[in-house]
């Protein structure tokens, strides 16, 4: 099972709304070889996450929109290169670039982010992806339509379940759309 988190909260390089920017990614998920499109999750809408010396969580740094946000659940079909988080994480980059991305200051405003949440229960500090995300579980915008496409999920380093990890989100702000 491979986890995407889905995210977007600036408009599209033609102006395509932020939900829009959600529903094309999940097409170009859809379309990357070796890989099929399992399940999609409805789409939140959540504040920013700021970064460190920021407002805390749920108040809005200047400009920046709310996210609308969603979680894709995808198999690999072969065992290919599909099966490599290396090879995963270039394709998703490249589906940012196509939506408009340039990448920036960590947690900046972009028209998409896609993160590999976790693919199969693989644990790694590096290289890049590290897996599972390292903030995920901190997370309602992704543990919330996590839940949806992957109830019987466990965190593969804690084994906490999802039910368990939502417990511990409630409070913060996402909320499905």
Do not use: C, K
């Not at 490599?84 to 920036?104: M, S, T």
């Amino acid at each position: 099972m491979i986890l995407i988190g889905i995210g977007a909260n600036l408009p599209g390089p033609h102006g395509e709304a932020p939900l829009a920017m959600v529903r094309a990614a999940v097409a170009a998920l859809a379309g990357i070889a070796g890989l099929r499109l399992v399940a999609v999750s409805g789409v939140w809408e959540s504040a920013p996450v700021l970064p460190p010396g920021e407002p805390p969580l749920g108040q809005p740094p200047s400009g920046q929109p709310r996210y609308v946000n969603a979680v894709a659940r995808l198999e690999g079909l072969s065992g290919g290169p599909e099966a490599d988080p290396a090879w995963l994480l270039a394709r998703l980059h490249a589906i940012e670039a196509q939506a408009g991305r340039v990448r920036g200051a960590r947690n900046a405003a972009r028209p998409l982010d896609l993160d590999i949440l976790d693919m199969d229960g693989l644990v790694r500090a590096s290289p890049d992806p590290v897996l599972p995300h390292p903030r995920m579980a901190a997370r309602a915008f992704v543990l919330r339509p996590l839940a949806e496409v992957a109830p019987e999920w466990r965190h593969p380093v804690t084994g906490t379940g999802i039910r368990e990890l939502l417990q511990g989100v409630a409070a913060q702000d996402a909320a499905r759309i």
